[in-house]
């Protein structure tokens, strides 16, 4: 585990790993330097054979408050235009394990943006998200206004992005934005996200990649063209040993034995 100033990483059980957002004294706010650190985890998280799924979460009371507005305030266009101002926040959509995202307390504006930027998300009941960048002279930059308009419709990411209001974490399961809301305690939305994490890390990875693939052709591309996609993912699993390990083990009645090949 190599030693990063804004993030903690560990491996709480066997093929997960654990990415903390660690700036505990800024809520967590994004700035460069954690963003760089992230993404350069995720990256090599993505190649160790050994992980197969990813949970990333914050702290009891902020997961993440935003992109820092403390290093963004007195950016000019021309710093933030020429220097591709945060735009390697879209790297975390490249990686190909499943991500979870473990949201309590504040996610607001980027952090919110991220936590929809995973593969599942997982609301403790104190969650509250946001889009507030209305009420500090901008907009969403990080997905916020094509993620959420597709995760909750857009009536409501309107009236979200259009007020800045926060909603909460029973909101965000009604809508179809997390997946569920987990029982109140301390860590225990880590917990349940760590579990769920090692169900899939427990399957055979190549075939959770390519499911992860398949379902996020349904955000990018055309009905028909994802149709198409998932077939030919589909079709692939056929050249894998995994495929032919798991049919014959149900057909034999015992446990499969994945080896990720
Ligand atoms: N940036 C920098 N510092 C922050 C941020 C932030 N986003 N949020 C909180 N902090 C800091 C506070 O300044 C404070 O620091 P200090 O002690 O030095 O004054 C500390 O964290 C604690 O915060 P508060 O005292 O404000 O704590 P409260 O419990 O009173 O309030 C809130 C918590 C409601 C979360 C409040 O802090 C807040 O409103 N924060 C700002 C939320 C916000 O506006 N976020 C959106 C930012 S814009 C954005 O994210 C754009 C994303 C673009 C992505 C582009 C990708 C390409």
Sequence with gaps: NKNYENILTSRPEPGVALVTLNRPKALNALNTALFAELTEALRLIDADREIGA????????????????????????????????????????????????AVSGFALGGGCELALMADILLAAPNAQFGQPEVKIGTITGGGGSQRLARAVGKSRAMELTLTGRMWGAREAAEWGMASRVVDEGVGVVVREAVALAGEIAGKSQ??????????NAAYEQSLSEGLKTERRLFHMTFATADQREGMAAFVEKRKPNFTSS
């Design 54 to 101: 990813i949970v990333i979460t914050g702290s009891e009371k902020a997961f993440a408050a935003g992109a820092d507005i403390k290093e963004m305030k007195d950016k000019s266009f021309a710093d933030v235009y020429q220097n591709r101002f945060l735009e390697n926040w879209q790297e975390i959509t490249t990686i190909r394990k499943p991500i979870i995202a």
């Design 206 to 215: 190549i075939a959770v990649q390519a499911q992860k693939e398949a379902v």
